[in-house]
């Protein structure tokens, strides 16, 4: 049998199942897929057998490995072994395909149980279907997300597997002094905490249908990219701005990163916290005291984060004492929409609905992968569609409250 002879019967049985199953007739799909199998095995073991024969005409000892390409006379196997220039490119191709449900080459396929092998040895989780999502692929996943969700992408996110401990200042103490020879140096208050990252599990179940899944390549890796980028994304910029932080006894809550609302409500006397209502309205006046909050060390980087609705239907219209409008819309700005007291102002979904986070994230926020992103996926036959479930173990807190300052609508009961 040659290679012709091969694709030509594994098509014809391929089509063959493919209408089975569209037809829903599990048992005439499972019948030809088992036919497949036993083409497929019945071709491998062929092209081995060849190998070998080649191996002795030659009489060269050699490490046997099939090159899948068609020659002169048909014969598909070789005894030259496959050379991988490169094992992340290599890789990207052989993850599409098995996301897409596509049939591996051989040296895909080694590269594939290769990286995957590394990752499930690496990682925390018993899985071993946990399947690793290329480098260039995360690395997309995490600036499309950081674009997406502002707040997100001014974090300086760490990648340090398994718990951190993070040194915090928690009391700045007294400047340095001057002194004579004779005068002793006074101890000063300055004062150290701890901030642990211990990791929350964050999940994303996306379904992708099979009829979507015959995209191209080219057209897939993008695809898939943009989704998880914006699952993921929305959970992790909420966290940051909201997040619960770890239940504590009675509470019904998951694990999830401290988000920096949570801490400056949790501060007795709300020091950080501004409101106002609908007779004491939004005004300059409390926009400058917000800026007054934050601590003078935080304040080159800062940022003001607010829904695109807030920002255009309350900032937008805010006029100093001469009447003229504080907001100074500049699209220029690095993410944002334009400038309030010299800070970038940046549409950020994840701020809740007439309120102001004013801050340097950058700064002021930690934020840790314990343990990078990996995908899973679930087939479902009847139905013909696959579940691809994005997986990682993310933590974030606040390093310093005086970072911060939030402007809300007050509340009436």
């Known amino acids: 049998m040659n290679k012709k002879e091969y694709l030509a019967k594994r098509k014809s049985l391929l089509d063959a ?22 083409l497929d095995e019945q071709f491998e073991a062929f092209a081995k057998a060849q190998a070998n024969m080649n191996a002795l005409k030659d009489k060269v000892a050699v490490d046997v490995a099939m090159d899948m390409t068609t020659q002169d006379n048909g014969v598909v196997a070789s005894t030259k072994p496959i ?28 590269v594939f149980d290769k990286f995957n092998a590394d990752i499930r040895n690496a990682t925390q989780t018993a899985a071993t279907h946990a399947i690793l999502i290329p480098e260039t692929v995360r690395e997309g996943i995490w600036r499309e997300a950081g674009e997406l969700y502002p ?39 300055f004062g150290f905490g701890e901030l642990n990252l211990t990791g929350c599990e964050l999940a994303k179940s996306i379904p992708i249908s099979w009829k979507l899944r015959k995209m191209s390549i080219d057209a897939f890796i993008p695809y898939i990219q943009t989704l998880l980028a914006e699952k993921m994304g929305a959970a992790l910029a909420k966290a940051i701005v909201s997040g619960l932080g770890k239940p ?3 509470d019904t809550f998951k694990p999830q990163p401290k988000g920096i609302v949570t801490a400056l409500v949790a501060e007795q006397g709300t020091p950080q916290i501004i409101e106002y209502d609908d007779t004491d309205v939004l005004d300059y006046d409390k926009l400058a005291k917000a800026m007054g909050l934050i601590k003078s060390t935080y304040k080159n980087g800062a940022v003001i984060y607010a829904k695109s609705t807030t ?7 805010i006029k100093d004492k001469q009447g003229r409008p504080l907001f100074i819309p500049d699209v220029t700005t690095d993410g944002g929409v334009g400038r309030i007291f010299g800070l970038p102002v940046k549409e950020e979904d994840s701020v809740a609905d007439d309120a102001i ?3 340097n994230v950058a700064r002021g926020y930690a934020m840790n992968v314990n343990e990078n992103m990996t995908i899973y996926t679930e087939d479902h036959v009847k139905q013909r569609y696959t579940d691809y479930m994005s997986y990682a173990i993310v933590d974030g807190d606040v390093m310093s409250t005086k970072a911060f300052a939030y402007i809300r609508k007050k509340v009436t009961v």
């Open 17 to 38: 199942a493919e209408k089975a199953l569209n037809e829903g007739k599990l048992e005439d799909y499972k019948a030809k897929e088992k036919e497949i199998q036993d």
């Open 83 to 110: 050379e991988v220039k490169d094992e992340k490119q290599v890789y990207l191709n052989a993850w599409a395909k098995e996301m897409m449900g596509q049939p591996l080459a051989e040296q895909e396929k080694v």
């Open 151 to 189: 707040i997100l992408g001014d974090v300086r996110m760490t990648f340090v597997p398994g718990d951190l401990t993070i040194i915090k200042e928690t009391n700045a103490g007294d400047d340095a002094q001057w002194y004579d020879e004779k005068t002793e140096v006074a101890d000063s208050g």
């Open 248 to 250: 504590g006894t009675g």
């Open 311 to 317: 920002i255009w239907n309350k900032l937008a219209l």
């Open 357 to 359: 986070l004013f801050g």
